[in-house]
């Protein structure tokens, strides 16, 4: 035998199976079905906008034309026609140094209550992380309870409260040493005055923010907040970088929808002095009413609510400029 018929055959390798042939695609969707699912939402939504457009498309419409045309006590009883202005009402509304007072009064009042109601929320929502259950549930009562009681109740306590001869709060300032506050009014001037209506707004406003934060305290990692501290992060630290931007989407819509609610402030104004709010006490909500309803000129009036829905509209659209860069950064 050779040496070449001892040699071990080499082994050939198995073939490989064929892959199995891939699933043909499906059919694509009918052109039907994608217009039907695209209209679902719009709907849903349905109900809900066509109760809109009947409680405020009217409205509306009636004030933006009401802002074009003289209008007066003889228009409102029919003796004479309206009568289309252009823009003479604005005119004469800008023109007014009195409004622009209004306009500074307002956004002073306004920025001085978001400020507070969310440095008062935040820190009252931090303290609620570090409380026991039955204190945090207590608390909770007590903020729902503030919240939920009627504007009207409210600024009649506080009247009460303020009030310069049976007020409740002098007499207990006046048992400090060195405080003498008996018969003293508060809203003799008017930046003391809008001070009390500023607590007044701050008070029913803030259980809204801290219920809303603290919800969203529970959402923040506590691993994160470990590192932070591991890393030498202090409470500052941890609050700062950690805390605050998971809670900027939050904070961003409570500060907002607070401007909102606070420069459209009317009830604490106009109850707290009697129906009458004085001229240092006119925002931009009472001085439209005065303009219309005691001075009798609904044009000028219509013309003040319509500068305030469109300032109201910047703050929106900043807001949803804001929203927009978070999303992106996410």
């Known amino acids: 035998m050779s040496a070449a018929d001892t040699t071990t055959p080499a082994k050939v390798p198995p073939a490989r199976p064929a892959p199995p042939p891939s699933a043909p695609p499906g059919p694509a969707p009918a052109p039907s079905r994608r217009r039907s699912s695209a209209a679902t939402p719009w709907l849903l939504l349905a109900p809900c906008l066509l109760v809109l457009a009947l409680v405020m498309g009217y409205p509306l419409v009636r004030l933006v034309t009401l802002a074009f045309q003289k209008f007066g006590q003889s228009q409102l009883w029919g003796f004479q026609p309206a009568e289309s202005v252009g823009f003479d009402n604005f005119a004469g509304v800008l023109g007014d140094g009195e409004f622009w007072q209004v306009v500074v009064r307002t956004i002073v009042f306004a920025a001085g209550c978001v400020i507070v109601t969310m440095v008062a929320g935040m820190l009252i929502a931090l303290l609620l992380q570090r409380v026991s259950g039955w204190v945090k549930t207590l608390v909770n009562i007590a903020l729902v309870a ?13 009247k009460w409260l303020f009030d310069a001869d049976y007020g ?43 219920i809303t934060l603290g919800a969203g305290l529970t959402q923040v990692p506590a691993e994160l907040e470990e590192a932070a501290r591991l890393d030498g992060a202090g409470a500052w630290g941890v609050f700062r970088y950690v805390t605050l931007p998971i809670l900027k989407p939050i904070i961003v819509m409570l500060t907002t929808l607070s401007v909102i609610w606070d420069m459209g402030v009317f009830p604490q104004v106009f109850v707290m002095r009697n129906g009458h709010p004085e001229a240092e006490f006119q925002l931009l909500t009472t001085y439209s009413y005065d303009r219309a309803f005691v001075v009798n000129d609904y ?10 829905v469109l300032l109201l509209l910047g703050v ?15």
């Open 146 to 158: 503030s919240w939920g009681m009627p504007v009207i109740v409210a600024t009649t306590v506080f």
């Open 168 to 210: 409740i709060l002098n007499a207990v300032l006046s048992k400090l040493p060195g405080v003498e506050l008996i018969g003293h009014n508060w809203f003799a001037s008017g930046p003391q005055g809008l001070a009390v209506i500023m607590l007044l707004v701050v008070w029913g406003a803030v259980p809204f923010v801290v």
């Open 299 to 308: 044009g000028q009036g219509s013309a003040i609510a319509l500068i305030t």
């Open 316 to 330: 929106v659209a900043v807001y949803m400029r804001q929203m927009l860069k978070i999303g992106e950064v996410e």
